[in-house]
């Protein structure tokens, strides 16, 4: 009985730090150094995902710096980055570890090692 308490546990702080990864920088960065003591898979499944996330969003604003072509392809990245978001906060709050549409492989890919 209390393995299963354990285990209820650790997959709710893990679903809370996943949630917090998501919401702004300062979020990922409080969810990275929680997780950086418990260790928790889930919670770093998805602030990978989330420093994705922000590193694209980083990426479209050096982008949007570029007259009428940069501007343009700022303005969709946001749109799209935003569905990212939203799908990646819904997973992290359904409790599932799935990867974000078009560039969430890369993602995992990307920072195998964190």
């Known amino acids: 009985m209390a393995s299963i308490h354990n285990k209820t546990v650790t997959e709710n702080e893990g679903k809370t730090i996943a949630i917090i990864a998501y919401i702004t920088l300062i979020g990922l960065i409080i969810a990275f150094v929680m997780n950086s003591e418990k260790k928790n898979e ?21 982008i949007g710096l570029i007259p009428i072509l940069g501007w343009l392809i700022n303005i969709v990245g946001i749109f799209v980055l935003l569905y ?3 799908m990646g906060l819904i997973n992290a709050i359904n409790g599932n570890e ?4 078009i560039l969430g492989h890369k993602y995992l890919e990307w920072f195998k090692n964190l």
Do not use: C, V
């Open 98 to 101: 799935k990867p974000l549409p």
């Open 84 to 86: 990212l978001w939203i």
């Open 42 to 62: 889930f919670a770093r499944y998805h602030i990978k995902q989330s420093l994705g996330l922000a590193l694209t969003g980083l990426t479209l604003l050096i």
